[in-house]
């Protein structure tokens, strides 16, 4: 989808709720219903009512659209929202199936539980200035029961929160792009792998704000449920493409390799000023903490680069870490640009509102190993205006 499409969605948004209130209110939600033009529906004398006003349409199936809530103003509302929605749900599409992918799935054991008439439903909506933004919110706390909702935020102003460690981080705006949900029945059909995420809007004094959500359900007749081999004996399944049986011949290797004599293990010893290889942290400086800890650390690609002489087994990254009352091994696989290659924040995630905050650089590895010898965080030394 073109930027000038996406700006024509918003547009339209914008345009119906520019509209008389008159007008608007020529498409408001019946009583006990969820389609149409309102605010929220009271249903207790306790309830907090979120701030903002909402346009909420079925788009398919198709003929179980209302036309008559349909704004016929703005003239091309009803082509715009059709357009986006075809489009969005292409791209819905290919995220089912690469989610099942990546968890060694068949491509339709998500997408094949929605049934061949599946919902899709449209909020626009649009969040007033409010004066008092410490005490009222745009929207409360939820998760979406949708399988995935698609949202595309307002251009400039942000609103939108995630819960994340029992903390509200902000979605930033990136004008282009598409935010994707998962909702709870995407969590029940991949048995928890997937996680519908606890999200709220958060109102603004200064700005105007709106935003479009499309959510796909399964039809309402459908049974959904975890798909079958993401269980094991009513537990929850390994979520990835690597073999429950190939990770424990990992640790098994691993543990080997470790448990052998002293003088077998310094044969991959690793040479002076280099990572690769066996031993413990290199003697830097005094002040340096070491880690209570043996490793081995081996390049895996670019394959041409593998130190042959140095891979005792198995071609792992290996990192162990000993508790206090007993041991306990782990894999660890890094992967890393070239060394040659220049890296820094992507141009369109930098504005006057989100300056620059990190510099452009070569070979991380390098601050990241003075910042450890110097008892600091990494990103303090690349840091621009600490």
Not at 122 to 143: E, I, M, Q, W
Not at 261 to 280: F, V
Request: glycine share 4%.
């Amino acid at each position: 989808m073109s930027s000038s499409f996406l700006d024509k969605v918003r547009e339209t948004a914008c345009q119906f709720f520019e509209l008389p209130k008159e007008e608007k209110s020529k498409y408001c939600r019946s009583e006990n219903e969820i389609e149409g033009y309102e605010s929220d529906m009271i249903v207790s004398s306790n309830q907090v009512l979120d701030w903002s006003h909402r346009l909420i349409l079925r788009v398919f199936p198709e003929d179980e659209r209302r036309n008559d809530l349909w704004p016929d103003n703005p003239p091309y509302f009803r082509e715009t929202l059709i357009e986006y929605s075809l489009k969005v749900k292409s791209v819905m599409d290919l995220l089912y199936k690469a989610m099942a992918r990546s968890l060694n799935l068949k491509e339709n054991s998500f997408s094949g539980q929605f049934g061949e008439r599946a919902l899709m439903h449209a909020r626009f909506n649009f969040y007033p200035r409010c004066s008092r933004p410490d005490l009222v919110l745009g929207v409360k706390p939820h998760t979406d029961r949708s399988g995935i909702t698609i949202l595309l935020q307002d251009k400039q102003v942000e609103g939108l929160q995630i819960l994340v460690d029992e903390k509200w981080v902000r979605v930033p705006v990136i004008p282009d792009a598409l935010v994707v949900n998962l909702g709870d029945q995407m969590q029940i059909m991949s048995n928890g792998i997937f996680r519908s995420p606890m999200h709220r809007v958060v109102t603004i004094s200064e700005s105007l704000r709106l935003s479009v959500a499309l959510f796909h359900e399964p039809e309402p007749e459908k049974e959904i449920g975890p798909v079958d081999s993401l269980m094991d004996d009513g537990k929850r399944a390994v979520g990835h493409r690597v073999e429950s049986s190939f990770l424990d011949k990992v640790r098994e290797i691993t543990k080997r390799f470790f448990a052998l004599p002293m003088e077998e293990k310094h044969k991959y010893d690793r040479e002076a000023n280099s990572l690769e290889g066996y031993g413990n942290d290199p003697n830097v400086s005094k002040k340096i903490i070491f880690n209570q800890s043996e490793r081995i650390l081996l390049k895996v690609a670019p394959e041409n680069e593998r130190r042959i002489e140095r891979w005792p087994c198995n071609p792992t990254d290996f990192r162990v870490i000993v508790e206090s009352k007993k041991e306990r091994i782990s894999v660890a696989a890094f992967h890393l640009p070239k060394y040659e290659v220049e890296i820094g924040p992507v141009q369109s995630l930098m504005d006057e509102t989100r300056p620059q905050q990190y510099m452009r650089l070569k070979d991380y590895r390098g601050f990241y190993y003075d910042s450890i010898f110097q008892g600091i965080a990494p990103l303090d030394l690349v840091k621009l205006n600490p």
